[in-house]
């Protein structure tokens, strides 16, 4: 029997087992930010101990830096306290920092991939539950709790349990204005917050085969919501193509080596799942959710459920909690629902391609005055990049805010919130009660639905929108990496 | 390192949610410290304290008889969502033991384990059940980690089953660190001597600050 492009990896990385079924697996990369690792140092001071490899481990400021100038002082005192611990930390462990005010500061998960300090078939872990966005690239990529980031950084390995596999297959072609986005969210939506539980999701079919590396990034990301260990993708020529030539990939006969290893990477015809799960996404159309869990979701032009027709007694509940805390009103239309804000940003949907599905939509466009309407890009290089094309031009004409990085309301740690029973929809991954501030609605979709949503000020659908030509964004001074990664391919090339 | 769990004997409260995520049991704003003392007092924040920190009624761990509890039986996927460590510490300050569910959120099991905290999967009926029995009050469990049992006040006996490496951990309060470094050393250096060139970052990066 053959075997898929994770037992492969797994079986390259694992040193022993414990047990019936534990694995003790060498971590070939490992991704600290400022909030769940300082409980993590602190203990390792205290027992005398030392990272293993502070070569091979990484420290990045995300979660709690503010979005505004960075000239500016970072009012918040534990945020501050928070990230000058991981400044510390990183000295006495001797680690590399991407601190608040470096060129390479971003989301942990957007800025491994476009640094190259996510390749294929390396074991990477976080003390994240979205690790496994790096899956997208064919890394075995886990989100970690803090003991575990602990034992990581004492021992370089982590004892793990070897997760059952599941495909999730997408075919077909996308309909116009319907994104990966709209496919994961459907996928939750259909398999449930715990279908995917003790599986790592590995996307594939037709449609996976043609999605670009960042749009893969946001399916893997959100695989999490539907409750899987992690998930992945075989790597391919537009993997390599987005890492080639980055900081931290390998160069020069490395890179030849690398690539004739990672060919060998391929998910085999006759290899078996536990679980297998299609979706032909001819068919789909925009998602928007409309509760307080990622499953909670509908097509755009649908009717939020009445609680009635759900015939578990829980679900019932669930459903009517959802819809008081939301402030909708059972069976009514989505579409149309006035909001505050929108916010394009997190590690689900903030890298240059999202950004540039924003511009072709607002380009000509404003954002509705009644709306807070925010840009937080991924990444200070997704910003560079983004300026140097000339993007950040059509979004401030557009009368959105352009900010700086870092992972923003998508959680709330830092000022960028929504108030109290304000309603946003947001590209990122988690509509939970309270996530982007005490009690606010989040509305989790695309970054076309958000865009969208901004013009009208209202909950809209962006198949009524027309969008600008990758030419009729005039964009400037681009670059190699630039045109074969991310404009040739929209070009059509 | 945990101490060794072998039994548990309290109070159970029911929690009738499903999907609870770990942003519930511990918001956002508390990840902003800097130790895992005292984390208790925050835990499920916002079901139990308005804006202005002022204590709801209501929350079925701040109803009398139901205080002192600690098991707590709750639904379907508990714990899903952010991987923040946080929400066990959180959990466990406050005075719970174990958590009975049909369903873990997968880091929120492990991070369980890690720290001595009891889940136990019972089915779907069983846990509806037993959260029926438990919201009557005053519903006293005796759980034996080594014999996987959970004995009620009638003495009717309902078998739970946990995997052989979990159960050695709770049973053990293993420092999984020293294990490590003790018994596979060799192994981990091993590796680092085969590991290709090609899976390391680069090393001649100009990165300035
Ligand atoms: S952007 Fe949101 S989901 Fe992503 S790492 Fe930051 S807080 Fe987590």
């Given at each position: 029997m053959g075997r898929t492009v994770f037992e492969k990896i797994w079986d390259d990385h694992v040193l022993a087992k414990r047990g019936e079924d534990q694995y003790l697996l060498y971590v070939d990369r490992h991704l600290t930010h400022e909030v769940t690792s300082p409980i993590a140092f602190e203990s390792l001071r205290a027992q005398g101990r030392r990272v293993r490899r502070p070569d091979l481990t990484f420290a990045i400021m995300d979660h709690n830096v503010p979005t505004v100038d960075r000239a500016l002082p970072v009012r918040d005192q534990h945020s501050r306290e928070q990230m000058k611990a991981l400044a510390r930390n990183a000295r006495d462990f001797s680690l590399t920092l991407f601190d608040y005010f470096s060129p390479w500061q971003g989301i942990v998960h957007v800025v491994g991939p476009e640094l190259g300090l996510t390749v294929p078939g390396i074991t990477l872990v976080c003390g994240d539950s979205h690790t496994s966005t790096h899956g997208a690239l064919g890394a075995l990529a886990v989100g970690i709790g803090t003991s575990e980031g602990m034992h990581v950084f004492a021992t370089q390995s982590i004892w793990l349990k070897k997760p059952k596999l599941m495909e999730v297959r997408y075919e077909g072609v996308f309909p116009s204005h319907t994104t990966p986005k709209d496919a994961i969210l459907y996928t939750i939506r259909e398999l449930g917050t715990g279908g995917m539980i003790g599986h790592v999701a590995e996307f594939r079919g037709d449609a996976v085969k043609r999605m670009s590396a960042e749009e893969r990034m946001t399916i893997c990301n959100m695989a999490i919501e539907g409750g899987a260990r992690t998930a992945i993708v075989e790597p391919d020529e537009k993997v390599y193509s987005y890492i080639e030539g980055t900081p931290y990939a390998p160069s020069g006969e490395d890179w030849e080596e690398a690539k004739r290893y990672w060919d060998t990477l391929k998910t085999e015809h006759d290899a078996r799942y536990d679980k297998s799960y299609t979706l032909n996404v001819s068919g789909l159309e925009p998602q928007i959710t409309w509760g307080t869990n990622p499953a909670m979701c509908i097509g755009v032009s649908e009717n939020v459920p009445e609680p009635s027709q759900f015939d578990d007694a829980s679900q019932r509940r669930a459903a009517e909690r959802a819809l008081s805390y939301m402030g909708l009103k059972p069976g009514q239309k989505i579409e149309g629902t006035p909001v505050d804000a929108v916010f394009i940003g997190s590690c689900t949907n903030a890298r240059l391609s999202d950004l540039i599905l924003v511009a072709r939509l607002v380009k000509g466009r404003r954002v509705s005055p009644n709306v807070r309407a925010m840009i937080v890009p991924g990444s200070m290089l997704v910003k560079r990049r983004a300026e140097r094309l000339g993007l950040h031009r059509v979004f401030l004409e557009s009368g959105f805010d352009w900010r700086n990085s870092g992972c923003s309301m998508c959680i709330a740690m830092n000022e960028d919130r929504l108030g109290q029973g304000e309603r946003g929809v947001l590209t990122s991954n988690r509509n939970f009660e309270n996530r982007a501030g005490p009690g606010s609605r989040v509305h989790l979709a695309s970054p076309l639905t958000a865009a969208a949503t901004a013009v009208e000020g209202r909950i809209a659908d962006p198949r009524r929108y027309s969008l600008a030509s990758i030419d009729e964004l005039?964009?400037?001074?681009?670059?190699p990496w630039l045109e074969r990664n991310i404009l040739k391919p929209l070009r059509g090339g | 390192m945990p101490e060794p769990v072998k039994k548990i004997r309290g109070k159970a409260a029911p929690l009738e949610i499903d999907d609870v995520d770990t942003d519930q049991i511990i918001p956002a704003q508390f990840l902003k410290v800097l130790t895992r003392k005292g984390l208790g007092a925050y835990l499920f924040y916002r079901w139990r304290f308005d804006e202005e920190g002022r204590p709801k009624e209501g929350f079925v761990l701040d109803r009398p008889e139901f205080r002192d509890a600690t098991i707590l039986v709750a639904g379907r996927n508990f714990g899903i969502g952010s991987s923040r460590e946080n929400a066990v510490w959180a959990l466990m300050d406050y005075g719970i033991r174990c958590v009975i569910a049909s369903s873990f959120g997968d880091i929120f099991y492990g991070n369980s384990v890690k720290n001595g905290l009891l889940c136990i999967r019972l089915e779907d009926e069983r846990v509806k059940s037993l959260r029926a029995e438990a919201a009557k009050g005053g519903l006293f469990l005796d759980i034996d980690v080594e014999a996987e049992k959970i004995t009620m006040p009638s003495g009717e006996v309902i078998k739970f089953s946990l995997e052989p490496a979990v159960k050695k951990w709770l049973l053990e309060g293993l420092d999984e660190i020293e294990a490590t470094i003790r018994g596979y050393d060799e192994k981990i250096r091993e590796y680092e001597n085969r590991m290709s060139h090609f899976k390391m970052p680069r090393k001649d990066v100009l990165h300035t600050e």
């Open positions: 005039e964009l400037e001074w681009t670059s | -």
